[in-house]
């Protein structure tokens, strides 16, 4: 049997013990000399080839840029035309996109001694200065037609530039292929094996699972990995455990007011705010369609839920999304806008619906529930009600930050209005509009405000009214 020991020949040693030196030479010292030179040679053509190739990648773009160039001066001159106003333009049209204009980044130890990469644009505009100095140094007849043989010229430089380093890179790399070093080691075949378990027992906890999950959009489902409806990254609103304590960002608050088909708003607020169409956001809206459709508030809701969706659709449709939504959604008779009507309406009513089915589940809210009123200790006192003036800035803006409803109230001057509201909210939140009511200074309450929900408020309230019959019964018998 013939043995082929020829692929050993590829091999690259850093040492050799079987080496012979001259008996005056330190076999050691010839050994490490060796290694560095194997080494520096390594490192030099390897460094070599990563230059080479970011070269290319510089010359590609500035290529792209010459071809444009040359095709913008050819298609819009003419022998007649101001030639130096042509390419003035037309190098501002190829400049492009300013986030396109930047080189990539060079690798470690590429053009080191360099300190900044310029950019594309002054690549071409220093270009452009060369070929009209060329120009002007000729003094042609017709400016247009040498302005693009210069820029041909340029060109086809280049293009000869790139050929000798692809040349000079497939040399390399040839050698570079051509030796087996420790870092052409790498892993061939790894496997790994892990028990699956009970494949039945796993079917069921799966069944099991998708059976518990009820869809927002059931639609979804039908449409594919492809659908941009509501069921693609929305979460069914009436889970038990879903999260209505998330709340709405100042910018997603903003958003939720542009009424429905208003698109032009929509994308203005888009273009001007773009972190709006974080998912997020999306999840956030449908919270509150939820939350307020369980309040009452029909058409806030489904407002909601139709500016969630349209967030939802930008962000889905890919890298352009925004722009490819709204140009869909404003096309008369595209089939996008009956699309995104259905979705928004089956969304909608299905949040609709599991509201109103939690709303028969619970109890009555108002039943036994611990409730701020407010009571004047004294018959004699009246508790005024201010409505602070525009002037007062303060006081002003703790008014505006009350709901609509504990506003009417105020307004109303009735105090039995405000103990409405106060009763319709928790005992924290109570103590806190009481609060802010006195430090704007709209409730001008005395010491004897009597809290009846505890019990030195029960107390006085009981002493009150024996106060109250006490003094009434002498008025009947003075005796």
Not at 289 to 294: E, W
Not at 304 to 331: E, M, N, P, S, W
Not at 447 to 458: S, Y
Request: proline residues 4%; contains cysteine.
């Amino acid at each position: 049997m013939v043995l082929d020991y020829s692929k050993w020949d590829n091999l690259e040693l850093s040492d050799d013990s079987d080496i012979e030196v001259h008996p005056n030479v330190d076999k050691r010292s010839f050994i490490r000399a060796k290694q560095n030179q194997i080494h520096q040679e390594r490192y030099h053509r390897r460094h070599h080839i990563e230059t080479l190739k970011y070269e290319r990648i510089i010359n590609d773009g500035l290529l792209s840029r010459i071809g444009g160039l040359i095709n913008t001066v050819q298609a819009r001159g003419s022998p007649s035309t101001n030639a130096d106003e042509l390419v003035f333009h037309a190098l501002i049209e190829i400049a492009g996109d300013p986030s396109n204009d930047q080189p990539p980044p060079r690798p470690e130890g590429v053009h080191a001694k360099v300190e900044e990469q310029p950019t594309y644009s002054k690549m071409m505009g220093a270009l452009v200065d060369q070929v009209k100095k060329a120009v002007d140094e000729s003094n042609p007849d017709n400016r247009w037609e040498k302005y693009l043989s210069e820029f041909r010229a340029h060109q086809q430089k280049v293009q000869g530039l790139q050929k000798e380093l692809q040349v000079k890179l497939d040399e390399l790399e040839k050698v570079e292929g051509k030796k087996i070093t420790s870092d052409s080691i790498h892993t061939g075949f790894d496997s790994s094996y892990v028990s699956k378990g009970d494949k039945q027992s796993g079917k069921k906890a799966q069944t099991d699972r998708t059976e518990s999950v009820e869809l927002l959009n059931p639609h979804a489902a039908e449409k594919g990995e492809s659908s941009t409806g509501a069921g693609a990254d929305a979460e069914d609103p009436d889970k038990d455990d879903i999260d209505t304590h998330m709340e709405l960002s100042k910018l997603g608050k903003e958003f939720a007011k542009i009424k429905i088909g208003d698109y032009r708003a929509c994308l203005q607020f888009i273009s001007e705010h773009p972190s709006v169409v974080a998912e997020k956001e999306t999840d956030a809206l449908l919270i509150e369609a939820f939350n307020s459709q369980m309040d009452g508030k029909d058409g806030y809701a489904r407002q909601c839920v139709h500016q969630a969706l349209l967030l939802q659709y930008c962000r889905q449709l890919g890298k352009d999304g925004v722009g490819l939504f709204f140009k869909r959604i404003t096309t008369p008779s595209h089939q996008a806008q009956k699309v995104f009507q259905e979705d928004v309406s089956s969304t909608y009513n299905r949040i609709r619906t599991r509201a109103v089915e939690l709303a028969e589940e619970r109890p009555s809210a108002s039943a036994g529930v611990e409730q701020i009123q407010l009571h004047a200790v004294d018959p004699n006192t009246k508790i005024t009600i201010t409505i602070p003036s525009p002037t007062d800035t303060a006081a002003r803006e703790i008014f505006n930050s009350f709901s609509t409803e504990l506003q009417e109230s105020l307004e109303s001057g009735s105090l039995d209005e405000v103990n409405k509201v106060l009763g319709e909210m928790s005992v924290e939140e109570a103590e806190g509009v009481v609060a802010q009511l006195g430090e704007g200074g709209m409730l001008s309450l005395e010491e004897g405000v009597i809290d009846a929900t505890t019990e030195e408020g029960r107390e006085a309230l009981k002493k009150f009214e024996e106060g109250e019959r006490e003094r009434a019964k002498q008025a009947e018998d003075p005796e």
